[in-house]
T-cell receptor, first 114, second 113 residues
Framework: EAGVAQSPRYKIIEKRQSVAFWCNPI?????LYWYQQILGQGPKLLIQ????????DSQLPKDRFSAERLKGVDSTLKIQPAKLEDSAVYLC????????????FGPGTRLTVT | AQSVTQPDIHITVSEGASLELRCNYS??????LFWYVQSPGQGLQLLLK??????LVQGIKGFEAEFKRSQSSFNLRKPSVHWSDAAEYFC???????????FGAGTTVTVRA
């Protein structure tokens, strides 16, 4: 069974530029999560989708971050414009249900904003 | 609100020695607890989980964890570490009010030869 796929793995941009990350969850997993992991901290949930609907985006900085999961499968997270403090690893995870258990994580995208 | 504390930021252990990583939680009801491992450049991998029942939980890669309600702890142990166990380890709890996974800050494990 293929795992959660993410691309790109690494990205370096200058502040005020835009960037997009892509995630393809495990086949059949209805729930998809995006996390932000700042160096030295645990992952923090940004947004949770169930199928193509948003379940929770309370921690998403909506003035600059956006995410979509149009067909209920893969998802894109965008930052526009980026700030220095957005430098982090962005992790995508998926699960069969919505209870938060048994989440499977992708390898992450390491973003550096200069 | 449920939260997780990992008191040790960094632990160094010799190969073949035992390892114990501490995790303390605060909760309002029965906690659902997890340990994840993150190797350099990799995503998080679930080592083990506790929902209920036997308080000693066995996981993958030879790890185990013990749930102690009286101490609000869920410490991770391994009797003999291998160099490949060098990684960052995260304790996490599913919050009972919204079923969200909440992580501790992590403990980095270095294994010396």
């Amino acid at each position: 069974e293929a795992g959660v796929a993410q691309s790109p793995r690494y990205k370096i941009i200058e502040k005020r530029q835009s960037v997009a990350f892509w995630c393809n969850p495990i086949s059949g997993h209805a729930t998809l999560y995006w996390y932000q992991q700042i160096l030295g901290q645990g992952p923090k949930l940004l947004i949770q989708f169930q199928n193509n609907g948003v379940v929770d985006d309370s921690q998403l900085p909506k003035d600059r971050f956006s995410a979509e999961r149009l067909k209920g499968v893969d998802s894109t997270l965008k930052i526009q414009p980026a700030k220095l403090e957005d430098s982090a690893v962005y992790l995508c995870a998926s699960s069969l249900g919505t209870s938060g258990y048994e989440q499977y994580f992708g390898p992450g995208t390491r973003l550096t904003v200069t | 609100a449920q939260s997780v504390t990992q008191p040790d930021i960094h632990i160094t252990v010799s190969e073949g020695a035992s390892l114990e990583l501490r995790c303390n939680y605060s909760y309002g009801a029965t906690p659902y607890l997890f340990w994840y491992v993150q190797s350099p450049g990799q995503g998080l991998q679930l080592l083990l989980k506790y929902f209920s029942g036997d308080t000693l939980v066995q996981g993958i890669k030879g790890f185990e964890a013990e749930f102690k309600r009286s101490q609000s702890s869920f410490n991770l142990r391994k009797p003999s570490v291998h160099w490949s166990d060098a990684a960052e380890y995260f304790c996490a709890v599913v919050r009972s009010n919204d079923y969200k996974l909440s992580f501790g800050a992590g403990t980095t494990v270095t294994v010396r030869a």
